[in-house]
């Protein structure tokens, strides 16, 4: 009987020492300034300014709090992240801030289950560039006269990497030029990107399949602190 009190005892105070751990910190949503109000979201996330690598990580909201879906590393721009709103085109930098995805865009035929309106890549596809085009930082097919070929990129030229894609909606809705344009998710390549968030093809896949625009899915891109934390997004 000694023992069988003795036991519970040491089972008690266990229980009561687990009790009186502090909690975790919570899921890396919960933590950000907005998440753009939808029920999926996708972070993006570098342990600092100068990196070129991290993690995309993409989340579902369940009741009041959010649950990943999914991780997978990620490469971002060759000289690494900056602010959005201050970005200058042109610098291989990724832009931090909280965006919305428009639409997908491939040259392989959608991922079955995508739901994401999708674009296929043909031999006229383009994405304009050129800061003195009317279609600035916009698909374009064919390519307007306006926006000069070594200004714009010619998408099907990107076997690899737009192989599947998310465009990232940075500096789209009302284009600001010489911000940047053309700033996707999209597969990886040999290395850093030129400004886009890039990760594994079958990590794009997932995201395709998953990404629900009925749930209004945003991608918000930073560091883990600093100026450009991603929870100031």
């Not at 832009?95 to 035929?109: K, M, Q, R, S, V």
């Not at 031999?123 to 307007?144: F, H, I, T």
């Not at 290395?191 to 945003?218: E, I, Q």
């Amino acid at each position: 009987m000694r023992r069988l009190l003795v036991t519970a005892s040491v089972l008690l105070a266990l229980a009561g020492s687990l009790a009186a751990r502090p909690a975790g910190p919570p899921p890396l949503p919960e933590r950000l300034a907005d998440t753009g109000g939808g029920t999926q979201l996708i972070t993006a996330q570098a342990p600092r300014a100068d990196s070129t690598t991290g993690t995309l990580t993409w989340w579902d909201r369940r009741g009041s709090g959010w649950v990943a879906a999914g991780s997978a590393p990620a490469r971002f721009g060759a000289n690494g992240l900056t602010e959005g709103a201050t970005r200058v085109q042109g610098t291989n930098t990724t832009p931090t801030g909280l965006y919305d995805l428009p639409y997908a865009f491939g040259i392989e035929a959608a991922a079955p289950g995508t739901r994401h309106p999708y674009r296929r890549v043909g031999e006229g596809s383009w994405w304009c560039q050129d800061n003195l085009s009317r279609s600035y930082n916009r698909w374009v097919d064919p390519r307007p006269a306006d926006c000069r070929p070594e200004e714009a990129e010619h998408l099907v030229g990107y076997s690899t990497q737009y192989a599947g894609a998310l465009v990232i909606g940075f500096n789209y809705h009302r284009p600001v030029r010489g911000r940047g344009a053309g700033i996707f998710l999209h597969v990886d390549g040999k290395g850093a990107t030129a400004g886009c968030v890039s990760v594994p093809a079958a990590a794009m896949n997932r995201v395709l399949r998953w990404a629900d625009p009925a749930r209004r899915p945003h991608i918000a891109i930073g560091t883990a602190s600093g100026r450009t934390a991603i929870t100031r997004y």
